[in-house]
């Protein structure tokens, strides 16, 4: 059992790595037309990440002591 979980995790580690080596065009950003103004509000973002990185060590610290 552990043989085949071991296999699969190798796997699909070496999936991914050969996933992100593709050379391949960003399709997802379009140039830019003339004058740049800035939208939305980004602190929102930051903040909301900062909050799910300190939930993810929270919970790592935690399972660690168990």
Do not use: C, H, N
Not at 27 to 50: M, N
């Amino acid at each position: 059992m552990r043989r085949s979980i071991r296999r699969f995790a190798i796997m699909a580690t070496a999936l991914t790595l050969a996933l992100g080596t593709v050379d391949r065009p960003a399709l997802a950003q379009e140039e830019a037309a003339g004058e740049e103004k800035s939208e939305g509000r980004p602190w929102d973002g930051y903040f909301a990440t900062g909050l799910f990185a300190g939930l993810a060590l929270f919970l790592v610290g935690k399972s660690a002591r168990r």
